[in-house]
């Protein structure tokens, strides 16, 4: 069974910065992707990124491009969400994915 634990989300202004953090366990990740997604109030859960496991190969949706960078530690079998230059539509709840098992999700809170 695999268990991930999102942290990290709160309220930050526009311009701001968080760093999200999924801490990943039970079982081995050295294949297959991790991914952040997020869901706004009243809007379907959206891909934000990915991250290929075993090479560090990524993926960004056009709308954190340049902005939002996706990492991974793998001695900690963890995966990063570094998120600069927030956004008021970046506003929702932040879902780590690892095939089809999910977190429980953060909330992120940008303010204008």
């Known amino acids: 069974q695999v268990q991930l634990v999102e942290s990290g989300g709160g309220l930050v202004q526009a311009g701001g910065s968080l760093r999200l953090s999924c801490a990943a366990s039970?079982?081995?990740?050295?294949?297959?992707?991790m991914a952040w997604f997020r869901q706004a109030p009243g809007k379907e859960r959206e891909f934000v990124a990915n991250?290929?496991?075993?090479?560090?190969?990524?993926l960004y949706a056009d709308s954190v491009k340049g902005r939002f960078t996706i990492s991974r530690d793998n001695a900690k079998n963890t995966v990063y969400l570094q998120m600069n230059s927030l956004k008021p539509e970046d506003t929702g709840v932040y879902y780590c994915?690892?095939?089809?098992?999910w977190g429980q999700g953060t909330q992120v809170t940008v303010s204008s």
């Open positions: 994915n690892y095939g089809n098992n």
């Open positions: 039970g079982r081995s990740f050295s294949t297959y992707y």
């Open positions: 991250i290929r496991w075993r090479d560090g190969i990524t």
